[in-house]
C-alpha cells in the first residue's frame, strides 16, 4: 500500500519528554518524515493497529519499508537518520532506557516508557492508518493534550 500523505516515516513521540522533544524538532530537518504527539487520535489508533494496545514508547514508522521501529530500536534509526555518528548511535540506542528515565525524572516527568524495543513489521491494520498519521504529523513539536 503506498503512502498518499505528505510523509513517508512518522515518529510518535512523547511530547511531555524533553529528549523526545528534542529528536521530533531534529527529525523536521528531514522532509520526508513527520512527527506526532503519542497523545494525538492517530497516534493512539496506529499502535493499537499495530501491536494491539497503545504502549507508551519512542516509535518511528516508515512506510516505505514496511517497519516499525520501537524504543532503543526508533532511537538507533533517528540517530542514523539525522546522519549522527555511528558511535553516538551505538551509545544512544545501547542507554535509551537509562537516558529516557533519567531526563524523564529531571523533568520530573513520572513513568517510564514501555519495554517495546526492535523492528517490527508493519501490520495490514496499521498501515491501513497510516495515512491518517501522517496527515496527523505536522513536522512541529506537539504539546500533549491535558487531562480533563
Known amino acids: 500500500m503506498e503512502a498518499t500523505g505528505a510523509y513517508d516515516g512518522v515518529l510518535i513521540y512523547d511530547g511531555e519528554c524533553p529528549l523526545c522533544s528534542a529528536a521530533a524538532t531534529a527529525l523536521r530537518r528531514l522532509r520526508t518524515a513527520g512527527s506526532v504527539s503519542w497523545y494525538d487520535d492517530a497516534a493512539q489508533a496506529f499502535l493499537a493497529a499495530q501491536f494491539g494496545e497503545t504502549p507508551f514508547a519512542l516509535v518511528f514508522v516508515d512506510h516505505e519499508t514496511e517497519a516499525v521501529y520501537a524504543g532503543r530500536a526508533a532511537a538507533s534509526e533517528l540517530c542514523d537518520r539525522a546522519g549522527l555518528p555511528v558511535l553516538v548511535r551505538d551509545i544512544v540506542g545501547e542507554n535509551y532506557e537509562a537516558i529516557a528515565d533519567g531526563i524523564r525524572s529531571v523533568a ?41
Not at 513513568?111 to 498519521?133: I, K, M
Request: proline fraction near 10%.
Open 108 to 148: 520530573g516527568l513520572d513513568g517510564s516508557p514501555d519495554p517495546y524495543h526492535g523492528v517490527y513489521p508493519l501490520a495490514d491494520d496499521a498501515a491501513e492508518r497510516f495515512d491518517a498519521l501522517a496527515d496527523a504529523a505536522d513536522g512541529t513539536v506537539h504539546v500533549p493534550r491535558t487531562e480533563q
